[in-house]
């Protein structure tokens, strides 16, 4: 159950007289008392909540049990600690959080519905480091996860825990160790600018000028928009290549509301209010094109390297259609990413992870921006649990909502 209360953190007793080794059977992995997830808080705010006063990042933490995916246990806390230790006395020697989501994955024509669970969070106090505790964790968590909570929420998910994924911060050897293998991960960067969108749909790229002038997605049209992609994204899961097992993040409404309450809370926070545009689209129903988005605050307003407009996920709702006619909409599009990323203060426009045909439209869209290989940052990283072998699933739809 989520709670809106922040704890106070435990005060710190000082490194306990004896720490185990890393393999010892007196380690367990096991989920933290309020008071010991406030002192993981407490030391994790520097790294991950610059951007917020310390007393605000707890608060966020706590508000993020309570939104969309998290709330009804769809948030689990974990840390290492010693069996049989006192809770609130036991020393946390690493700790991390899941977060449950629905997935999808096909063979063979066949799509079935199942849990994935999202990993976050991963740390190790520095007095702790470089003993393995890290390790251990995630050496214990893997299999732990595949018999999490297989139930989604709604009693959906009949095939059960499918898989659990995170997204490295620090390259691509530590989690590939203990199962997570590194997937595709790049995404194309637009600068913010002003300017671009009072240029809003003239000139470049070619085709059906008005028709394709974006307008900004407010909160309540999202419903209807998640609904329009889980239909496409189930029938694309179904034609795609037999013999091989495809899986997806659903990109439903719920993913998408934890990314923008936890924006709404930064952005209150930082600004005083909350955005309304939370994305846009081009297009006619049937032929639309859009992207969804959420601001992303680590720098605050002093550093702005630390913030980006994230695009969440892109949709062409018709792949039919002339490609002059969807880049030109993308294109109107981006320009009022542009613009909301300057006046929201964020260094860029990231989408993450461009099929090979969305990366086309970026071309041709006429916009000028930059391909991004990460090779450190943000790795995108999956442990299946089915039959194949993590390397031989098709991950598809690997875009910035699925990360927690
Ligand atoms: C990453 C972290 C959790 C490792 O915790 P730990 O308990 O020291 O981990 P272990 O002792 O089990 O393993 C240490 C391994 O992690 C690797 N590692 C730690 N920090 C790293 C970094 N920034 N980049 C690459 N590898 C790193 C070490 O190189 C070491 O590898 P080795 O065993 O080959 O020497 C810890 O350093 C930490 O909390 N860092 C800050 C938070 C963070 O970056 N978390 C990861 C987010 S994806």
């Excluded at 799509?111 to 969070?121: F, I, K, L, M, R």
């Excluded at 085709?207 to 997605?217: D, K, L, S």
Aim: proline letters at 7%.
């Amino acid at each position: 159950m989520g709670s809106t209360t922040t704890p106070t953190p435990l005060p710190d007793a000082g490194p306990p007289a004896f720490l185990p080794d890393a393999a010892s059977p007196l380690l367990i992995l096991t989920t933290p008392t309020p008071a010991e997830r406030a002192r993981t808080g407490a030391l994790t705010h520097p790294m991950w909540g610059p951007a917020l006063a310390a007393r605000d990042y707890l608060a966020r933490e706590a508000y993020l049990t309570t939104v969309p995916l998290a709330r009804d246990g769809g948030i689990t806390h974990w840390v290492l600690t010693v069996r049989g230790a006192a809770p609130d006395a036991r020393p946390l020697l690493s700790s991390c959080e899941s977060l449950r989501k629905r997935a999808v994955r096909a063979r063979d024509g066949r799509v079935e519905d199942g849990v994935a669970h999202g990993v976050a969070s991963v740390f190790t106090e520095p007095r702790y480091r470089g003993r393995g505790y890290a390790s251990r964790m995630m050496a214990e968590l893997g299999p732990r996860l595949r018999g999490w909570q297989a139930q989604a929420r709604g009693g959906e998910g009949q095939a059960g825990v499918l898989c659990s994924l995170l997204y490295s911060d620090i390259g691509k050897t530590f989690y590939a160790r203990h199962g997570w293998a590194p997937f595709a991960s790049c995404h194309v960067a637009f600068r913010p600018g002003r300017d671009a969108a009072a240029g809003n749909g003239a000139g470049g790229g070619g085709g059906n000028g008005e028709a394709q002038v974006a307008r900004p997605i407010g909160y309540h049209e999202l419903a209807e928009l998640c609904c329009v992609d889980e239909r496409l994204l189930r029938a694309d899961l179904a034609r795609r290549p037999k013999g091989k097992t495809h899986v997806a993040i659903l990109p439903e409404l719920d993913a998408l509301l934890w990314h923008m309450m936890r924006e709404d809370f930064m952005t209150k926070h930082i600004f005083g209010r909350t955005p309304d545009v939370r994305g846009a689209v081009a297009g006619e129903p049937g032929k639309r094109i859009w992207a969804v988005w959420t601001r992303g605050y680590y720098g605050g307003l002093n550093k702005l390297e630390g913030n980006t407009l994230h695009v969440l996920r892109v949709v062409v709702e018709d792949d039919e259609q002339p490609e002059e006619d969807v880049a030109a909409g993308l294109r109107s599009i981006v320009h009022i990413a542009q613009a909301e990323a300057a006046e929201w203060k964020t260094q860029d426009v990231q989408v993450w992870n461009p099929t090979p045909k969305l990366r086309g439209l970026i071309d041709k869209c006429g916009v000028e921006h930059e391909f991004v290989a990460r090779d450190k940052d943000s790795i995108a990283s999956l442990m299946w649990y089915g039959e194949e072998p993590t390397a031989e699933i098709d991950w598809v739809a690997n875009e910035k909502y699925a990360w927690c």
